[in-house]
């Protein structure tokens, strides 16, 4: 998918809100189907797998290689390199990608904090530019731990299994 002119100017506005006004409600059940209830802040929250898997571009099991900060876009910004172990959905640029969230900090106390030497599932959304992006701090990424991916403290919404099985996964 790649986002229109509007579109894309819209989710870097998102993404800059997002970098100032985060205010994280409580979380509801969603596990599997089942909806949640989303966190209070000013981005896209899916309550449910086939929502979030469907908003995903790309979905990829990877490495992260490496992290730089940078505000070339006009917010805090870090772009993870990562090389891709597997995929669940569509069709990576390559095996080594690069994956851009805002950085967690002053103005964004909680949020993805992707660390270099661990193994993430990544949901990407491809912007005009050919940056992907998670497609939002809650959801866009799921740790590893022994083969499970593990959604965040305030993510309720599992992945499904079709998809994890892609990815060399299970609950």
Do not use: C, W
Not at 90 to 102: D, E, F, I, N
Not at 129 to 135: A, E, F
Not at 144 to 170: C, F, M, Q, W, Y
Request: hydrophobic letters at 40%.
């Amino acid at each position: 998918m790649v986002l229109s002119g509007a579109v894309a100017a819209l989710a870097v506005a998102v993404a800059v809100v997002v970098t100032l006004v985060t205010v994280y409600g409580s979380q509801g059940g969603g596990s599997g189907g089942r909806p949640a209830e989303p966190p209070a802040a000013d981005e896209p929250y899916y309550r449910t797998t086939g929502d979030l898997e469907r908003h995903a571009d790309v979905v990829v099991r990877a490495r992260v290689d490496a992290t730089r900060e940078t505000d070339q876009d006009g917010f805090p910004e870090t772009i993870a390199t990562v090389r891709v172990v597997a995929t669940g959905k569509g069709k990576p640029p390559g095996r080594t990608m690069y994956a851009a969230y805002p950085t967690p900090g002053a103005a964004l106390p909680s949020g993805p904090e992707l660390t270099v030497r661990h193994e993430y599932v990544l949901l990407l959304a491809r912007v005009d530019d050919g940056k992907y992006v998670l497609v939002n701090t809650i959801q866009g990424s799921y740790g590893i731990e022994a083969g499970r991916a593990e959604p965040g403290p305030h993510n309720r919404v599992a992945l499904s299994d079709g998809l994890l099985k892609a990815l060399g996964l299970t609950r």
